[in-house]
């Protein structure tokens, strides 16, 4: 049983959450002891004065060098890294990392989170699970900046604001925004600031100039999204609540338990109050949200013709691959056979 301080939050108490805000963290994490700060998620880099770690940069990689205690072999991470090509999302190489790509010509079709997507010239397109991505088909004359920074580098970067809740999940639906002019031309620049600043190797205070220079894409990109989305005022308990619970699902938890009781339990909060907080905040009940990263990574999975559908039905826990292929059938509308074809 998760600590709940005794107290079980429901739409009737009218109570505080027992929760504290935490916008992004996949999983209960301490205040920040770097940066005095609490942690959005648990991705915090740590800082470069730690003992045994170093920093370092090759080409246009922003990296972080850690020494592990046990063997003293170095573990690196990439922090940013800018690219022209969308080859590689989706794949495993930039599974931590969220896509920032600016279309600058063309366009390209891909499909994303189970939906056939169009990039084109103008367009940017935020990509926070690179997993949703797949079947990218430039065209001849796509071009694309993209700027890949990990997780942990992006919650480091980014504003107290509740606004990036309503923005992650309005992403998951849809990761393009078609952006006007002026906002082009902005966003052309606060890449362009990333890029230069990024080869900065010699400055003195270059990873606070890095955090500060994401921090300036974010927030346009937040003002982006508000003005093609609007602004709503998501309590700060709500947004905690919503981003814990996004978090679990993020982290692979729907493939031992899809049931709403069991993220309410670990939330401390009632099954109803989740689903109305979800409704709220996204539009979709808590039980959508789970099933769709369930289909999702089912889908994923019976792409991969090594797997055979007994392994996909262990995998999520079923109890036989008979109910497997009904769960399939239910939420894909076909066998996962015909799935496969």
């Known amino acids: ?27 209960d994490t301490p205040h920040d002891k770097n940066h005095g700060r609490p942690r959005h998620s648990p991705h915090i880099l740590p800082t470069s004065a730690k003992r045994g770690r170093h920093q370092r940069v090759t080409g246009l990689k922003y990296v972080y060098s850690r020494r ?7 573990a690196e991470v990439e922090n940013i890294i800018i690219k022209d090509t969308l080859e590689g999302l989706g794949t495993d190489a930039y599974s931590n990392y969220l896509a920032h790509a600016l279309c600058l010509a063309g ?11 169009e990039l084109q010239a103008g367009d940017l397109m935020i990509v926070r699970k690179g997993k949703l991505v797949e079947s990218i088909l ?11 920074v990990t997780s942990e580098f992006v919650v480091l970067s980014t504003p107290l604001s509740n606004y990036g809740m309503k923005g992650q999940l309005a992403l998951f639906l849809n990761p393009i925004m078609k952006l006007d002019a002026g906002q082009r031309e902005l966003c052309r620049k606060d890449s362009e600031m990333v890029e ?28 982006f999204h508000s003005h093609l989305y609007g602004v709503d005022n998501i309590p700060l308990p709500s947004a ?4 814990r619970f996004l978090n679990m699902l993020e982290n692979g938890t729907f493939r031992e338990h899809r ?17 109305e907080i979800s409704r709220k905040i996204s539009g979709y009940a808590a039980n959508y949200w789970i099933s769709r990263y369930t289909v999702l990574d089912i889908s994923r999975l ?15 826990g079923f109890s036989s691959p008979a109910y497997f292929s009904r769960y399939v059938q239910q939420h894909l509308g076909v066998s996962p056979t015909a799935f496969r074809g």
């Open 196 to 223: 230069s600043r990024l080869a900065q190797t010699g400055h003195h205070f270059r990873r606070d100039l890095l955090i500060a220079s994401i921090q300036m894409l974010i927030i346009d990109f937040f003002d």
């Open 68 to 74: 592990n205690s046990k063997n003293e072999d170095m």
């Open 240 to 243: 905690a609540i919503m981003s």
């Open 1 to 27: 049983m998760p600590l709940c301080s005794g107290i079980r939050h429901n739409a009737e108490s009218g109570g505080r959450a027992a929760v504290p805000y935490v916008p992004a963290a996949p999983r």
């Open 107 to 117: 366009r390209c079709k891909l499909k994303y989170n189970g939906k056939e997507r």
């Open 138 to 148: 430039p065209a001849a004359d796509f071009r694309v900046k993209v700027i890949y």
């Open 302 to 316: 019976l792409r991969d013709r090594s797997l055979t559908f007994a392994r996909i039905s262990d995998m999520f």
């Open 259 to 275: 049931e709403v009781n069991w993220y309410a339990d670990k939330l401390c909060v009632t099954p109803n109050y989740l689903s």
